[in-house]
């Protein structure tokens, strides 16, 4: 059974950091990304960054680029997301998912985890 956990969440000021993380248990063979997304209430799922789990290629949402920054441990079986500069615009629930390299390119993931809430204060 496959199973992503997500957590790192919590309440940070404007301008703080915060580190995101997202264990993966049960993947199979040829599940080779895994991406972040993000959604706020009444609002659709929003990319993130992703990032391909063999090359560690990356890629991200123009609103987060240049202040988060994606990164795996294959040993561990973790995804990580670095936060930095965060702006209340941030604020939403966080989400990691598991796909195939293909996931990497349309956005369309296999496996999906429980959210980690942030919360950005102004």
């Known amino acids: 059974q496959v199973q992503l956990v997500a957590s790192g969440g919590g309440l940070v000021q404007a301008g703080g950091s915060l580190r995101l993380s997202c264990t993966t248990s049960g993947i199979t063979f040829g599940h080779h990304a895994r991406g972040w997304f993000r959604q706020t209430t009444g609002k659709e799922r929003e990319f993130v960054a992703a990032i391909t789990w063999s090359g560690g290629n990356t890629r ?27 702006e209340p615009e941030d604020t939403a ?3 990691c998912a598991a796909g195939s390299l293909r996931s990497y390119y349309d956005q369309e993931y296999d496996y999906w985890g429980q959210g980690t809430q942030v919360t950005v204060s102004s």
């Open 60 to 86: 991200y949402a123009d609103s987060v680029k240049d202040r988060f920054t994606i990164s795996r441990d294959n040993k561990k079986d973790t995804v990580y997301l670095q936060m930095t500069n965060l």
């Open 93 to 95: 629930t966080y989400s």
